[in-house]
Each structure stands twice: as structure tokens, then as C-alpha cells.
């Protein structure tokens, strides 16, 4: 073959071939997708436990609170009589996993007018003419310490968007519940649409095959394996953020759209699992089940929103639980 390449010129080499030799150096097309998305860059901590809300739905009911707040309790199983329309086992009972989320009631302490200018919203005095306020939130407080689910009895303050109606008739509204308490109801009810809004379970310093899921390399590396085999070419003189690089994993806000909201209950009996939930106790005030997981570990603060991308419309009146599991989630009574 050597003496074959010197004498026919490179260009006429493929003639020089029959056509089975011609099939064999025949190569695939190269195809390797990156690894991770890039959605989420940068992947640093975030910057509170208090998840923040940048966008609010539109509403044109009467004026409501459009959030609410609690904590992440663990999972569970239901069966249900299946709401989805389109779905194998419409109207057939299914067993699906769901979140119990434990949500006290919030406290109203102020009320907080926004007005629109070149540069997006800005807060303004109370004492400032209304007319120009443009959106109404409430500033509220969770209460801790009236469950024992969590070992922090500090409320975490928020804002909470009023939703709904006139802004003459939202101001009045959010105005009227200074000082008062207020309940996941006047916030949501049994089959509407949600947006779970969390901070995912932080998992501290990871290398670049953990947080990146790159491939390993081969067991014949001169160095290590759990690394990556290049961190770019020589020009452009400086490592591109798209390269695979160990960091932060986990800790980062996240978003779970178009969350079915099963039930609301009043009697933590009907939830509580023998020993009650792994990592979280017993649930002691009211409490929703949502379909589905939820962002974050157990203890965790979620925000609840009406969905803002919810577009498929299906209104249930009121899903149909069957069955709830009050099974042990870590063995005991067996």
C-alpha cells in the first residue's frame, strides 16, 4: 500500500480502487450533540431561598391575590379519576405520584403601588397620587411558626401581585387586607393551574462529569477520566462559557409550569403517613396536593402563582381523589 500511495497521484487515488475497496474507507458523518443546556448559564447559587416572581398572569375577574406561599412536605400517591380529556385513561381511575405542600396562613402588612416609566415598573409613596398606578401588590409574611415542619420560626416576607378587575377596585381590595390573614383559598382552588416556583436541592462544588454529564474518558488516559478532553482550540485565547466546567450544582431557581392543583384540605389526618413524612414530620395546618413533583427538597419554601403559559384551557371543577396513600414512608408499622 505504501508504494501504491507513492506512485498514483492523491488526487487520482480513489480511481485506483475498486468499488468494494471505495465502500470500505467510507466514513460516518460525525454527530456528537453537546452535553447540558445552556438555558440555565450561569449555574450559580441563587441569590435568596425566597424564590422571586419576575411575571404575573392577567386576570379579568374580580380582584384576587394571585400567589401564595408554603412548604414543600414530600410526595405521596393518589388515585384519581384521570381529568385530562386527551389522555389513554380519560375517566378511568389512575394512580399518579403527587406533593403535599403545607401553607399556614399569610399576614397582609403593607401594600405596595408600582407606575409605569421608560425603565419598567417603579415603586412609588403611599401618599403619591394613585392615579397613575398602574399594578398593586401586597406585601406579606408567612407564619412558621405555626407549623413544626421546619426548624425556622423567621417569617420571609414577599409581594404578592392583586390581580383582576379595575385598578381602582385592586387598590381598594389590596387596602382591605392590612393586618389580616389569608388563606390558600382566597388565593387558588381544587382543579385550577399552577406555577411551582422553588430552589432545587443544592448539591455543593461538582466535577464536569456530574454537572455536565460528559462521556468518560478512555480507562487508557494518562492522567484521569472524570475529566474533559479539551477545553477548546488555541485562538480564541480564552476558554468559551459553553465548555464543560466544574462549579456550583444545584441551589439554582426553577420553575414547574402548568402544575394541576388536586385538592385543598383542612384536616392534616387525612395526609399524615404513619411516622409521618421523611425529613419533614407531621403535617399540622392546612395543606394542597399538587400533581405531579415540585422544585426543592422537603422544608423547602414554594411559591405558587396562576399559570402564565397555560395553554391547552381544560377546566376541571374538582378532581375526584379516590384513594390517598397513608402508607409509611420509611417502614413503620410493618
Known sequence: ??????????????????????????MAAPHH???GSMGYSPRKRARSGIPHVKAWAEDGSNPKLQGFAGYKVGMTHVLLVDYRPTSTTSGQEVMVPVTVIETPPMRVVGVRYYVSTPYGLRAVSNDADKSDVCDVRVVAQTQPSLITGIPTKRPETMEIRVGGGEIEDRITYAESLVGKEVTIKDCARDGQMLDMIGV??????????KRWHVKLLSHK??????????????NPSFIRSTVPQAGQMGYHQRTE??????????KPEEINPAGGFVGYGLVRSSYVIIHGSVPGPAKRLIRMRDSVR???KVEVEKPVLAYVSLASKQGVGR
Open 1 to 26: 500500500m505504501h508504494g501504491l500511495c507513492e506512485s498514483i497521484p492523491f488526487a487520482h487515488y480513489g480511481r485506483a480502487l475498486n468499488e468494494t475497496q471505495q465502500g470500505e474507507i467510507k
Open 221 to 234: 488516559n494518562s492522567k484521569h477520566r472524570r475529566m474533559i478532553g479539551t477545553q477548546g482550540p488555541k
Open 257 to 266: 409550569y402548568n402544575k394541576r392543583l388536586l385538592f385543598i384540605g383542612d
Open 200 to 209: 432545587t436541592k443544592g448539591k455543593g462544588y461538582q466535577g464536569q462529569i
Open 33 to 35: 450533540p453537546r452535553r
Open 310 to 312: 397555560y395553554l391547552a
